[in-house]
């Protein structure tokens, strides 16, 4: 598996597994059939509901935790205790516990919203102890990157966003690497919306390497040094879409996929005050 090295040397997996929306009592099932495929970075987070599974099937798996890496996400604090930094410790315990570990790879803020600077200040402290090897963020549009980045004293090592082959996010790539953010796509095949899978750019591209499409979309996201965390409960595709290292798309060919971006998000926007109500809003303790 081919790393990226995370601006605190940390080295993580560029193609790893994601269980969003995977129901809670098919996660265990779904996890340890990607770890026997040869997945060794596993995505989740505290609003998929999903951990304590995610935990059983790493602890199945008999894998050592030193092969494998882990990310789960804060979800938004709503200051019970009127604290947000105490509130925070508090969530990543419980992320730790409902896993199973004592350590983990990556913990993102899920969203920009609410008050991520308190959040911030504790998964750097989190990170100092050696808790979470590394610290990022999700969702977080440039603006947002750059004010956090520049009022706190650890740069977020990853920010994971929406990105596809019909949401690109050049500009946004290019900032982060000025930053030494690194980009991880979530969504990769933007959950098959635009009819992805049956795209006639796509296919043809797919055609012509002898691959599917859903190969060739991560195999392009991977030259462009994306991180990529697809999601599937299907044994055949989690084998699929882990077999990407073994051909490479042509500068022509990428330069095809570029003409796919309509520069705006499939799903919603982070920016849109019905959104952002709705997303604060929600609760998951
Ligand atoms: N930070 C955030 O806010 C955020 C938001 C969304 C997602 N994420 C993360 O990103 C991960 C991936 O995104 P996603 O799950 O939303 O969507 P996705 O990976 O873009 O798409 C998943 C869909 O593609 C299908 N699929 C997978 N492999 C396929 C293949 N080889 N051929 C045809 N269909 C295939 C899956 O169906 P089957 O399962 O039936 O195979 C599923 O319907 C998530 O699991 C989660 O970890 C993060």
């Given at each position: 598996?081919?790393?990226?090295?995370?601006?605190?040397?940390?080295?993580?997996?560029?193609?790893?597994?994601?269980?969003?929306q995977?129901?809670?009592?098919?996660?265990?099932?779904?996890?340890?059939?990607?770890?026997?495929?040869?997945?060794?970075?596993?995505?989740?987070?505290?609003?998929?509901?999903?951990?304590?599974?995610?935990?059983?099937?790493?602890?199945?798996?008999?894998i050592?935790?030193?092969?494998?890496?882990?990310?789960?996400?804060?979800?938004?604090?709503?200051?019970?205790?009127?604290?947000v930094?105490?509130?925070?410790?508090?969530a990543?315990?419980?992320?730790?516990?409902?896993?199973?570990?004592d350590?983990?790879?990556?913990?993102?803020?899920?969203?920009?919203?609410?008050?991520?600077?308190?959040?911030?200040?504790?998964?750097?402290?989190?990170?100092?102890?050696?808790?979470?090897?590394?610290?990022?963020v999700?969702?977080?549009?440039?603006?947002?990157?750059?004010?956090?980045?520049?009022?706190?004293?650890?740069?977020?090592?990853?920010?994971?966003?929406?990105?596809?082959?019909?949401?690109?996010?050049?500009?946004?790539?290019?900032?982060?690497?000025?930053?030494?953010?690194?980009?991880?796509?979530?969504?990769?095949?933007?959950?098959?919306?635009n009819?992805?899978?049956?795209?006639?750019?796509?296919?043809?591209?797919?055609?012509a390497?002898g691959?599917?499409?859903?190969?060739?979309?991560?195999?392009?996201?991977?030259?462009?040094?994306?991180?990529?965390?697809?999601?599937?409960?299907?044994?055949?595709?989690?084998?699929?879409?882990?077999?990407?290292?073994?051909?490479?798309?042509?500068?022509?060919?990428?330069?095809?996929?570029?003409?796919l971006?309509?520069?705006?998000?499939?799903?919603?926007?982070?920016?849109?005050?019905?959104?952002?109500?709705?997303?604060?809003?929600?609760?998951?303790?």
């Amino acid at each position: 598996m081919n790393n990226v090295t995370l601006n605190n040397g940390v080295q993580m997996p560029i193609l790893g597994f994601g269980v969003f929306q995977i129901p809670d009592d098919e996660t265990q099932a779904a996890v340890e059939a990607a770890l026997a495929a040869g997945y060794r970075h596993l995505d989740t987070a505290a609003s998929y509901g999903n951990e304590e599974a995610v935990g059983a099937a790493i602890k199945a798996s008999g894998i050592a935790r030193d092969e494998l890496f882990i990310t789960t996400k804060l979800w938004i604090q709503h200051a019970p205790t009127g604290n947000v930094q105490d509130d925070t410790r508090r969530a990543f315990g419980k992320s730790l516990d409902r896993l199973g570990l004592d350590y983990l790879d990556l913990y993102l803020i899920h969203q920009p919203l609410g008050d991520y600077y308190s959040e911030w200040r504790a998964m750097q402290e989190i990170n100092k102890e050696g808790l979470a090897r590394a610290i990022g963020v999700s969702n977080f549009h440039p603006d947002r990157l750059v004010d956090l980045i520049d009022h706190n004293k650890i740069v977020p090592a990853v920010n994971q966003i929406e990105t596809h082959p019909f949401h690109q996010r050049a500009t946004d790539q290019e900032l982060m690497r000025e930053r030494g953010v690194q980009i991880e796509s979530w969504g990769p095949f933007a959950e098959g919306k635009n009819n992805l899978f049956t795209d006639p750019l796509l296919s043809a591209i797919a055609e012509a390497h002898g691959k599917s499409v859903a190969q060739v979309v991560l195999r392009w996201l991977i030259q462009r040094e994306v991180v990529v965390i697809p999601k599937s409960v299907r044994p055949e595709r989690m084998a699929q879409n882990l077999d990407v290292f073994d051909f490479e798309l042509t500068d022509e060919q990428m330069s095809r996929i570029a003409t796919l971006d309509t520069g705006a998000s499939l799903f919603f926007d982070h920016r849109d005050p019905a959104m952002v109500s709705w997303l604060g809003g929600r609760r998951i303790d």
